[in-house]
């Protein structure tokens, strides 16, 4: 029997190295992306660095007859929309009306962006590490929904000092829609750990745990009183019925929650409807065109605004990063809003080309994530995918109502959404 050579041990020890630092960088950044940025950027580039030592080790070890194999990502659903995504953004880059701007966010945002989810796949290919990691995200949810709890009774949160505003919570993020974004993923998760733990009759304590955890989860969500997270909300129990009919009880007890809790709520602190920001008359009886007037706390000025841009350059975009900059060309500072619709930024910055890339991208996770829960036979991972599928839809869902894509915490989230329902189709049994 043949054994291996010293330089083949080296390598499996080398990459099972960086496949532990990633592993340990990942889940240290999920636990602190809701709390700070800093930090989150300094775990997202040791990640990377784990990745690339990896490759780079590679491309050492079988020099020179392997430098594209080494230089390869992992096997995935999502190489072939992530090279045409990626280069659409970069023609938007080439015709950018700001060059350098888009030149910096290219590879100091989206390229590191997306090495960050070939980090994730790369690292989490079997199920203990993919629990550490359910693990870690959960552990810093429940920390930020205690704080949102904290923060709606005392008045400010308990770590950074965030005063509430308007009544609103926001915990650790900077607005209440960031804080109802974050959560929409977890409640999508939590709530299919739960039907789980209750159907497979798991042990008391882990079903009153993580009904306790919806509770608090479903209140904080409840006092961001966003609109669009509620929407989102709406979508992840649509999905839940989707991919498992069984749920359609349970899912409808989660929309009486919404109906009897949720809307009344919103009504008495922010006086708005769910779609209408007139409260005053009777919406039954408005127009349509009425409707989008008085709804959506002037969005339709802001998109309006985001078509016109398109307009000016519709396949290519004006150039990554260029929105802000483009929007102060106008001297009325009132106009400085951005687009609080994450596609029509999306298409305004890397055209048409690059959205029909990045929402093909979106469907083949979709798709292959449905198509993969026939698979699964393990009840527990089978749960993490249909809770990461909901949640993700719903997250995409009220990036269609506000800027979350282009807030550091949720876009570096959004990724590794991504990488987390992928990983889940892609892990050894």
């Not at 330089?7 to 190295?17: A, P």
């Not at 390869?72 to 190489?79: D, I, S």
């Not at 708005?272 to 706390?297: F, P, R």
């Not at 949720?410 to 590794?416: C, D, E, P, S, T």
Request: glycine letters at 8%.
């Amino acid at each position: 029997m043949a054994t291996p050579n010293k330089s083949t041990l080296s390598q499996d020890t080398i990459e099972s190295f960086c496949d532990g630092g990633i592993v340990v960088s990942l889940c240290a950044l999920i636990l602190v992306l809701p709390v700070s940025i800093a930090f989150l950027d300094s775990f997202a580039a040791l990640a990377v660095f784990f990745y690339f030592f990896k490759k780079i080790n590679r491309i050492v070890v079988h020099w020179p007859t392997s430098i594209c194999r080494g230089l390869a990502p992992p096997e995935n659903v999502l190489n072939l929309p992530l090279q045409f995504l990626s280069l659409a953004v970069f023609i938007s880059v080439l015709f950018s009306q700001y060059p350098m701007l888009s030149f910096l966010a290219f590879f100091g945002k989206f390229l590191k962006s997306v090495f960050l989810y070939f980090s994730f796949i790369e690292a989490f290919r079997n199920d203990k590490r993919i629990r550490l990691f359910l693990n870690f995200f959960l552990a810093a949810a429940f920390i930020t929904v205690l704080d949102g709890v904290f923060q709606h009774y005392a008045g400010r949160d308990l770590l950074k000092g965030h005063l509430i505003a308007g009544g609103r919570v926001n915990a650790f993020f900077f607005s209440a829609n960031g804080l109802g974004a974050y959560l929409l993923p977890v409640t999508g998760l939590v709530t299919h750990l739960l039907f789980t733990a209750i159907t497979r009759h798991r042990s008391w304590m882990w079903q009153a745990g993580l009904a306790f955890f919806v509770v608090l989860l479903l209140a904080c969500l409840c006092w961001t009183y966003s609109r669009s997270a509620f929407i989102g909300y709406l979508i992840i129990l649509l999905m839940m019925v989707l991919l498992d009919r069984r749920k359609l009880l349970f899912a409808g007890a989660l929309l009486l929650v919404f109906i009897f809790i949720f809307l009344p709520s919103l009504n008495n602190v922010r006086h708005l409807y769910l779609i209408n920001d007139n409260n005053g008359g009777n919406a039954q009886n408005q127009s349509v065109n009425s409707i989008l007037e008085d709804g959506g706390s002037g969005r339709v000025l802001f998109w309006t605004k985001a078509v016109s841009i398109i307009q000016s350059s519709p396949i290519y975009g004006t150039g990554l990063n260029t929105y802000g900059r483009i929007l102060k060309r106008n001297p009325n500072q009132r106009t400085w809003w951005y687009a609080h619709n994450c596609y029509l930024q999306m298409t305004a910055e890397i055209g048409l080309l690059g959205l029909s890339c990045f929402l093909w991208m979106v469907f083949v996770v979709v798709v292959h994530g449905f198509n993969y829960c026939k698979q699964i036979k393990d009840s527990w991972m089978l749960a993490l995918l249909q809770g990461s599928l909901a949640g993700l839809f719903g997250f995409m869902v009220q990036s269609f109502f506000d800027n979350t894509f282009y807030t550091v915490q949720l876009g570096v989230f959004m990724w590794l959404l991504f990488g987390l329902t992928v990983a889940v189709t892609r892990y050894e049994q």
